[in-house]
């Protein structure tokens, strides 16, 4: 399902919403548990937004009926605040979604996506999610599900750096894994369905790559396999794993982790052979909720502290181009009425035209500071009235 909504070419989701769905600003956060758009605009039109996002991913606008979950305003900021402290991943205090959120939001700024509404708003966000994570230590000893897998390699085959091992996939799911047998220093062998592909990822994570071909015709070899695709039918078939294991005595490790499954139900029923899935790991995964449960109650105390912080700062942002617009107007008028008045002085030295200027820009300084910082508290608070007044008073125009 989340394979269906995802946007294969960033740059070209990137430009079509800007350019087609009535947003001003926004950052795609996509991940193996999440397909997610960050906009902005000053007046949403979600039929634009959809009609749009299916146009990308080559979807039929009926299938956001049932998948689609919208947040606005102050309900953003708190999902954006709890993925960034790790309180909405499948595995609590997970570190990866914060590097997936920086990466986000920078691939958004590099396409000029987003703007100083966003980019206000995931700086702030990365901000407290790293506090959230110092403060309470919710991330220390936190599993990936990677390490999760490999965990339980470990509790059911003796001696695993000795085993022959296959990773098949080179995906996010896949690279915890690598990530966590790289950690661990034991070798293992990396496919996918192109070569290519294998042997980027081994660079970048670890193992030796080798033709899918060839990997799956050699399953007999294979002490322990570690399936992590989004590969939409089963690659690990019940033909192929019964023939590798006619001419071997010892068993073999399945840990399935696609979704959906991409090992044959049927395989488990294949004798010296076990298969374990993302079943067995939500357990795991259950568990460590339980752990951090006090944790998970610490890291809302400091979100919630911090979210009233997070609207202010988005309601000032509302009002500061009002206030650039006036102090610009009111500086043009001081520098065209200064220039008259040192041509009616014939003024020509250097220094007491400086002194002049400067002074000058003080009087509009003192008179203006006041009004505008009290104009931005009223911001803050969300006094719209005022906001409209001031709006009003000097003639500002919002851009549509």
């Known amino acids: ?59 039929e606008e009926n299938a956001f009926k049932e998948n689609l979950e919208i947040s606005k305003g ?25 590097s997936q959120v920086k990466e986000s939001i920078s691939t958004a700024k590099g396409l000029k996506a987003s703007g100083d509404n966003l980019n206000t708003l995931f700086d702030k966000a990365i901000k407290i999610g790293t506090r959230v994570r110092q403060a309470t230590g919710i991330s220390k000893g936190s599993l990936s599900i990677g390490s999760m897998a490999v965990n339980l390699a470990e509790e059911n085959i003796d001696d695993l750096k000795s085993k ?11 690279s915890l894994v690598a990530k966590s047998l790289k950690k661990r220093e ?25 033709p899918f071909e060839q990997a799956t015709a050699n399953f007999k070899s294979i002490d322990v396999l570690f399936v992590a695709t989004i590969a939409p039918y089963f690659l690990v078939t019940h033909d192929r794993v ?28 294949i004798d010296k052979i076990k298969v374990m899935n993302l079943d067995q790991i939500a357990e795991m995964v259950e568990k460590n909720m339980k752990n951090r449960m006090g944790l998970v109650s610490s890291a809302e105390h400091i979100i919630n502290e911090e979210l009233p912080v997070v609207e202010a700062a988005m309601k ?9 617009n006036v102090f610009k107007e009111i500086d043009q008028a001081r520098v065209k009425e200064l220039k008259k008045a040192l041509q009616m002085l014939g003024e ?25 910082n009290n104009l931005r508290k009223a911001s803050e608070q969300g006094d719209a009235e005022i906001l409209k007044t001031v709006k009003r008073l000097f003639d500002y125009k919002t851009k549509e």
């Open 1 to 59: 399902m989340l394979e269906r909504f995802t946007f294969p070419d960033l740059d070209s989701a990137y430009e079509s919403f800007l350019k087609h769905s009535g947003l001003e600003e926004c950052v795609i956060l996509q991940t193996c548990n999440r397909v997610e758009l960050f906009g902005c605009t000053n007046s949403a039109d979600l039929g634009k937004i959809k009609k749009t996002w299916a146009s990308v991913a080559g979807l």
């Open 74 to 98: 102050t309900d953003a900021y708190t999902h954006l605040l709890k993925l960034t402290s790790g309180l909405d991943s499948l595995v609590i205090g997970e570190e990866q979604i914060l």
């Open 164 to 174: 022959h091992i296959l990773l098949i996939g080179t995906g996010e799911a896949a």
């Open 186 to 210: 034991i070798d293992f062998l990396v496919t996918s369905r192109t070569f290519e592909r294998s042997k980027a990822f081994a660079e970048t994570a670890g193992g030796t790559p080798m």
């Open 242 to 269: 019964q023939e590798a294991m006619q001419s071997r005595k010892d068993g073999m490790l399945i840990m399935d982790l696609s979704n959906p499954r991409t090992v044959d139900d049927k395989v488990s029923t």
């Open 316 to 324: 000032r942002l509302e009002v500061e181009p009002i206030v650039t």
């Open 348 to 372: 020509k030295d250097e220094q007491k035209i400086r002194i002049i200027d400067q002074l000058t820009q003080a009087i509009v300084e003192d008179i203006m500071s006041i009004p505008m």
